[in-house]
């Protein structure tokens, strides 16, 4: 092969790797950066009626750069803020954990049925998907309302006892607008995605290391704790991602199932768009929940690069 045809060759190759990288980047920036930037432009803008001012002026020769930071400052100082932003990761992390205690034995026992099993069972966990997202959570209102048999049931089981000593509800049978209510909606719209990536790692697993691990005395607890869930700690990160994220500002089930002791950020930002026309004091609600998230998402990938890196 001569120097020239190895020469295109590569090129081609480089060309096709850049492409390849390059457009699910592209992806990102054009539905995910690029409206995040609007975002931050509009937080730190000032606001007449309908428009935003410029934030780059031209005047007596000069070019100034206008920035309004006293939304940032207000929510900084502002009790209201904090206290729903750590509404809003309480009942997130709530609903990851619970999600997660549900969702993992269900994988589990999916991962391991029988092949001619696994679809049907797939189907169960997506078939909520197919009813409407509102219609789902009405229907909670309906079964934890006055008349509906789960309300029914959980009174009659003298469970409401125990959620109302937890300060779970306010009092023995009032579960309507209440941390139980919102946290029970949550874990039950979120759950699929807990179990979906879940059972995919679990379906991969190879089970010769159980056996290996059986031959060399191990029990079946110490198996699982041991191989089990150490291998399947990539679908626990993505589950809990997936649950956790979408969470914090869910904005639909605090509105519906939550109370006023249940205030979340979601609710917040808008009212500050819809109720109060404050779009930049909403933007700036909005990017600092976005920092919130990405930057424990970024430690946590350091992190784990560096494990990942130590092990290789």
């Known amino acids: 092969m001569s120097p020239a045809t190895l020469l295109t060759r590569l090129r081609r190759l480089a060309t096709g790797r850049t492409a390849v990288i390059g457009v699910p980047y592209l992806w990102l920036l054009g539905f995910f950066l690029f409206p995040f930037v609007i975002v931050l432009r509009i937080s730190v803008s000032e606001m007449e009626t309908v428009r935003f001012n410029d934030l780059l002026t031209f005047k007596d020769g000069l070019l100034q750069l206008t920035l309004k930071l006293s939304n940032y400052q207000f929510i900084a100082q ?18 990851t954990v619970l999600c997660l205690a549900i969702g993992y034995p269900f994988a589990y026992f999916m991962a391991r049925a029988k092949a001619t099993l696994q679809p049907a069972l797939l189907m169960l966990v997506m078939l909520p998907f197919w009813t409407s997202f509102l219609l789902r959570v009405y229907a909670w209102k309906g079964l934890l309302g006055e008349g509906g048999w789960v309300a029914e049931l959980i009174v009659a089981s003298g469970l409401d006892r125990l959620l109302a000593a937890a300060g779970l509800i306010p009092a023995p049978g ?10 029970l909606g949550m874990t039950y719209t979120y759950l699929p995605f807990m179990i979906l990536p879940l059972y995919g790692n679990l379906a991969k697993m190879d089970l010769r290391l159980l056996e290996a691990a059986t031959d060399l005395g191990a029990t079946a607890w110490v198996a699982f704790w041991k191989i089990t869930v150490p291998l ?4 626990i990160v993505a589950g809990s991602m997936l649950v956790f994220i979408p969470c914090i ?7 519906l199932l939550g109370g006023p002791q249940t205030l979340m ?10 109720s109060n026309n404050d779009w930049p004091m909403a933007s700036s609600v909005a990017v600092v929940m976005v920092l919130l998230i990405i930057v ?5 990938n350091k992190y784990q690069a560096e494990a990942q890196e130590k092990r290789r």
């Open 78 to 95: 502002d009790d209201l803020y904090l206290r729903t932003y750590l509404a809003s990761l309480q009942y997130a992390a709530a609903t």
């Open 174 to 183: 009032q579960l309507l607008h209440t941390p139980f209510s919102l946290v």
């Open 232 to 235: 399947s700690k990539a679908g």
């Open 249 to 255: 500002g869910e904005f639909v089930i605090p509105e």
């Open 265 to 274: 950020i979601g609710r917040v930002m808008w009212d500050e768009f819809f």
């Open 296 to 300: 424990p998402l970024a430690i946590f």
